[in-house]
């Protein structure tokens, strides 16, 4: 179909608005790298303001990971995120696919319980006297256990699995499936979009998680990178820039920023097809 002049101008328009907003959208990204990577010397020529450096330093990350807190804490963080993302799907799908089998007893005061605790919490102080009790305190499965399961997810998964065609189940049935083996052979091939989607939504609140480090762990060697990171960041606000010092201090900061953002930026890429897919098709209805 040939596009008439309106069609053009309308792409056209769209092409400038959308080329601004990813320009403003990287501009801080790309600020963030180059004062990661650039000189004191470069710092004080530029007034502590540099976009793009002309001489290029990898000292900041050299001190960073030299410092044994930074491996420690990003091994710490790995091992939270992807054993915390499967415990994650594995309890979101038991949940879900029961809830959207209409014939289950009591699905709806399940559901009205479940939507309950999305609107009101039971506040920080008992949140801490149930870890307290349970024995997570000063435990890296306190960063997982406590949010094992979010009642957000589980209604999207119930909505993308209700809307799966009924007819795939009886069939299954009459070729007796029991429900295990429909959920693992049937539901969950046809739902890798929705449950990549969520996947990665539980990647990236483990991953950028440290309230809960702070609130519960007092144990340095179990804080997750992102508690590290905030730590060098208050520390450095704190630090007077000295002229005489090999590495600028917000080089470090930036670096830091860099390392702790860098793994979630990798892995986003692969999956963004089925992203906006699975939050389509998965959207909550009725």
Partial sequence: MVK??????VNTIVFVILTFVGMVTLFPLLYVVSMSVTPMSEVLKNGGYIVLPRN??????RQLLLDPSIPRAFLV???VTVVGTIIN???TVLMAYPLSRKSLPFRSFILLFIAFTILF?????????TVKATGLLDSIWVLILPGAIGAFYVLIMKSFFEQ???EIFESARIDGAKEL???????IPLSVPSLLTISLFYIVGHWNGFFQAIMF???RELYPIQVIVRNILMRSQNVTENADAPIPTESVQMAAVVIASLPVIVIYPFIQKYFAQGMLIGSIKG
């Fill in 4 to 9: 008439g002049l309106e069609d053009k101008i």
């Fill in 56 to 61: 290029i330093t990898f000292d900041a990350y």
């Fill in 77 to 79: 963080t790995v091992f």
């Fill in 89 to 91: 799907m594995i309890l």
């Fill in 121 to 129: 919490s039971g506040g920080l102080i008992p949140l801490y006297l």
């Fill in 164 to 166: 799966l065609p009924e």
């Fill in 181 to 187: 083996r429909v959920l693992l052979q049937i539901v």
């Fill in 217 to 219: 762990i007092t144990d």
